[in-house]
């Protein structure tokens, strides 16, 4: 059985482009020569983000879309598809992170990081995939954690519901087999961005010592947000015919600079 091929022109939707891992992502595609739409609440940030995308020689629009509202989701999709065309992938990576003892965590509070990372991330997906589906192609990409895989105290809320795009993902994986539709999952280690940036120092601290007392902070090294972008693009550059359903990226634990320098590579 064949497959409909990628078409020259393959429209991007990035939900959480506005910093960190999507704004690399949707950068990252663009100077691949994507077209894409930049989605997210910050608006002003999109926006300029576009703008510097369209002066490098790529096409971006921004949208503006909050996860957490369903209307919101739909009219980001349309307003998308109306600038760029009929959408062949789409990244969801809108989140935010909030930490806290599960037993110190509100439900109010814990229901809302749920809202964002799973319900959102579905949200967008039941958005675009019956298009997708009709058309015999597309690629949704899920951005997911390895928290999924190695839990990290203070953050039980964002455990489960990155735990849940896991879940979420492999059945997808089943339900589209056949369709044409490719669905995967990046998860990203620990990466440097603005999500948590904000945080007490003092819980900060009480945090990252409970993660060395259970050996989840092995070294200091943190991922780019560029990294997970080019992650993302060897998903959905795939050929036809091949379907990349998880990458893992991890950050490499630093050489130490006695051995570089023993090698002449002490730069």
Not at 72 to 79: E, Y
Not at 163 to 192: F, K, N
Not at 199 to 217: R, Y
Request: net charge negative; hydrophobic share 45%.
């Amino acid at each position: 059985m064949g497959f409909v091929p990628h078409p020259d022109r393959r429209p991007v939707l990035v939900a959480g482009a506005s910093s960190g891992i999507g704004a690399a992502t949707a950068e990252w595609l663009a100077g691949q020569g994507y077209p894409v739409a930049l989605a997210a609440r910050r608006v002003e940030r999109l926006q300029a983000l576009a703008e510097k995308i369209v002066a490098d020689g790529g096409e971006a629009v921004a949208v503006p879309l909050d996860v957490t509202d369903e209307a919101s989701v739909i009219d980001c999709v349309a307003k998308a598809q109306a600038a760029l065309g009929d959408l062949e992938i789409v990244v969801a990576g809108a989140g935010d992170l909030a930490v806290g003892l599960s037993y110190q965590t509100s439900p109010e509070a814990f229901a809302d990081q749920i809202n964002i990372h799973l319900n959102g991330a579905y949200r967008v997906y039941r958005a675009v995939i019956g298009g997708m589906i009709d058309r015999g192609r597309g690629d949704f990409v899920f951005i997911g954690s390895d928290v999924a895989i190695r839990p990290r105290p203070w953050s039980s809320a964002y455990v489960a519901a990155k735990s849940g795009i896991d879940g979420l993902v492999a059945t997808i994986q089943l339900e589209l087999e056949g369709t044409g539709v490719r669905a995967g999952v990046v998860r990203p280690g620990q990466t440097l961005t603005g999500m948590g940036m904000d945080l007490d120092p003092e819980v900060t601290e009480n945090m990252l010592n409970d993660w060395i007392k259970h050996g989840l902070a092995r070294h200091g090294n943190f991922l780019a947000p560029e990294h997970i972008a080019q992650a993302v693009a060897a998903m959905v550059t795939m050929p036809r015919g091949a379907h990349m359903r998880s990458v893992e990226v991890e950050a490499e634990g630093a050489v130490p600079k006695n051995k570089l320098a023993a090698k002449g590579q002490d730069r």
